[in-house]
C-alpha cells in the first residue's frame, strides 16, 4: 500500500515536497513514478526513479524543478517541487511496480501499485 501525502495550497515561485510511503513491503527492488492529473485531464507522467542506482527522468515540463528521491530504508519516495507554477496544479499520485522495464517508465498502465494521491494547488 501507497500513502502519498504532503500536498497543498502554495503561492507561485512556492515549493512542496510530497511523500510517497509504502506499508508491508521495502520499495528497493521497485521502479517509482510520480504521475499528476489536472481536473478535465488525463493522468500525465512527472518522474521516475529506478530501483537501484537511483536513476531518474523527468517529463520536460519540470525538469530543473523538481527533484525525485528515494530513501529505501524508510521505504518512502519524494518528489521536491520548487518554482511551482499555476499550471502545476492537479492530484500528484505515486506508483511503484517491481518489473518494469525502464522505457516503458511514463506508461500509467505499466505501474502495479498506486497511492491515493494528494492535491497539490498552486495560485498565481
Known amino acids: 500500500q501507497l500513502q502519498a501525502s504532503g500536498g497543498g495550497l502554495v503561492r507561485a515561485g512556492g515549493s512542496l515536497r510530497l511523500s510517497c510511503a509504502a506499508s508491508?513491503?521495502?520499495?528497493?527492488?521497485?521502479?517509482m513514478g510520480w504521475f499528476r492529473q489536472a481536473p478535465g485531464k488525463e493522468r500525465e507522467f512527472v518522474a521516475a526513479?529506478?530501483?537501484?542506482?537511483?536513476?531518474?527522468y523527468y517529463t520536460d515540463s519540470v525538469k530543473g524543478r523538481f527533484t525525485i528521491s528515494r530513501d529505501n530504508a524508510k521505504s518512502t519516495v519524494y518528489l521536491q517541487m520548487n518554482s511551482l507554477k499555476p499550471e502545476d496544479t492537479a492530484v500528484y499520485y505515486c506508483a511503484a511496480d517491481a518489473s518494469l522495464i525502464w522505457s516503458t517508465i511514463r506508461k500509467a498502465n505499466q505501474y502495479d501499485y498506486w497511492g491515493q494521491g494528494t492535491l497539490v494547488t498552486v495560485s498565481s
Open positions: 526513479i529506478s530501483r537501484s542506482v537511483g536513476s531518474t
Open positions: 508491508g513491503r521495502t520499495i528497493s527492488t521497485y521502479v
